[in-house]
């Protein structure tokens, strides 16, 4: 569902990668459906840090300054536009991911090949975030992200960035489960540090692993 007809978005952002020969990917303001006031994501950053991106905006009010035209990180995967080149070149999402993170790896693999990613701001649609995972806290989706994170950190960094992420995100676990406990997400840190702990024992996001019901902390 979108803010403006889907016809007009689809336009906008295919005027968006004429205009800009070196633009592989394009993607449009992403408003929070239960409330479109709401910036769901306006582009997205690679971070390397916490679950090593971060959404640009993310929950803020909507205004001017998320609807600016501009190059970003990546495009999040619930509404981007791609150019056919780009496709052919560095291929589709990774079904290997499965869920999370394959959209930043697709738009880093274009970027690699010599495409640039923007955000055409004027443009807007509605994304129920997390509607098939049970929301942002829940064990599973941050047992995936756990595990993709090791994915695409195996594909695309340097020991640099390695360390980064475990500075900030593996070693602040147990800080971050002791607070946890007490506001009900103890089993959503846990699972996300599962998932880590699978992702470098080299497992990968199944089906099967998340159905529900299939481990202890699901």
């Known amino acids: 569902m979108t803010s403006e007809g889907s016809e007009e978005v689809l336009a906008r952002l295919a005027a968006e990668l004429d205009a800009r020969p070196k633009a592989g990917i394009v993607g449009p303001r992403v408003l929070t459906k239960s409330d479109p006031q709401q910036v769901w ?6 971070t390397w840090r916490e679950n090593l991106s ?17 190059a970003v990180d ?29 959209d930043v790896d697709l738009c880093l693999r274009a970027r690699h090949a010599g495409f640039e990613v923007w955000l055409a701001g004027d443009a807007a649609v509605l994304h129920a975030s997390s509607s098939a995972t049970g929301g ?4 599973r989706r941050k ?13 695309h960094a340097h020991a640099g960035e390695w ?28 699972a996300k540090g ?3 702990l699978d ?10 692993a998340i159905r529900e019901g299939a481990g202890w902390l699901w």
């Open 41 to 46: 994501c306006a582009g997205g950053m690679l």
């Open 199 to 208: 992702g470098l024992r080299g497992k990968r996001v199944t089906a099967e």
């Open 136 to 139: 942002g806290y829940n064990p």
């Open 143 to 155: 047992y995936m992200m756990g595990v993709n994170s090791i994915w695409f950190l195996r594909r």
């Open 74 to 102: 990546y495009a999040p995967g619930c509404a981007l536009l791609a150019r056919r080149e780009v496709l052919e070149r560095v291929g589709m999402f990774d079904a290997q991911f499965f869920a999370y993170m394959e």
């Open 194 to 196: 599962l998932g880590i």
């Open 54 to 70: 971060t959404l640009r905006g993310h929950l803020e009010a909507d205004g001017p300054k998320w609807r600016e035209t501009r």
């Open 163 to 190: 360390l980064r992420f475990f500075v900030y995100d593996v070693l602040s676990l147990p800080f971050l489960w002791l607070a946890g406990i007490f506001r009900g997400r103890g089993k959503a840190v846990a």
